[in-house]
Each structure stands twice: as C-alpha cells, then as structure tokens.
Nanobody, 124 residues
C-alpha cells in the first residue's frame, strides 16, 4: 500500500501562485492513478486533477482549474506536484492527494489511499 504526504499549503493572495507536493512512499506513485482533491468548508470533496502512467502519460483536470493548474510527476523523487497559478478565493480549501487502482476516475470513493491534506487559503 502506498503512503502519501502532502505539503506546500499556505496563504496566498488572489492572482498568486502556489505549488503543492505529494510525496509517495511504500510504492511508486507510477503504479497508481494519483489524484488531487480539495474540500472547502461545508462542501463535499471535489476532484481537481489526476495523473497516471508515471511520467504523465495521461492527465485530467476539473473544468474550474483547466488552464491554471498543472499536475506532473517526478519519478526519481516519487512525488507528484500540483502547480497552481492565477489563484482565486474559490480555490481555498484543504487539498488532498490520493491513489487509485482505477485507470481514470474523478470519484473520491475510487481512491483507496489518502494523504492527511494541506490547507490552502486564497485571500481576495
């Protein structure tokens, strides 16, 4: 079973950029579909982006983040990154990375391993 640890959260102003990291251990992240999700206060956890194929053979993005977020992996570091630009207050929430054995899915219930999450706050 893979273990995941997120880092890189913090406070950023609207329009700014912030990169998140998801470090995997126990297994190579390239063995899984790795997804990023976020959860705002009072809202359900929602899909943000995913990557599969180790080096980014296939990536998927939620519509609200297309063109602003980029997901990619670093195989030697066994880490998946989520680079985020032009951040908006609606991007505020706890960001989680998760691992799935599905080929492609946006549903949280299809992801078996989760990190502890990292808080991101975007101020207006």
């Amino acid at each position: 079973q893979v273990q995941l640890v997120e880092s890189g959260g913090g406070l950023v102003q609207a329009g700014g950029s912030l990169s998140l990291s998801c470090a995997a251990s126990g297994r190579m992240f390239s063995d899984y579909l790795i997804g990023w999700f976020r959860q705002a206060p009072g809202k359900e956890r929602e899909f943000v982006a995913s990557i599969t194929g180790g080096g980014g053979l296939f990536t998927d993005y939620a519509d609200p983040v297309k063109g602003r977020f980029t997901i990619f992996g670093d195989n030697p570091k066994n880490t998946v990154y989520l680079e985020r630009a032009n951040l908006k207050p609606d991007d505020t929430g706890v960001y989680y990375c998760a691992a799935s054995t599905y080929t492609r899915t946006i549903y949280p219930e299809h992801y078996a391993a989760w990190g502890q999450g990292t808080q991101v706050t975007v101020s207006s």
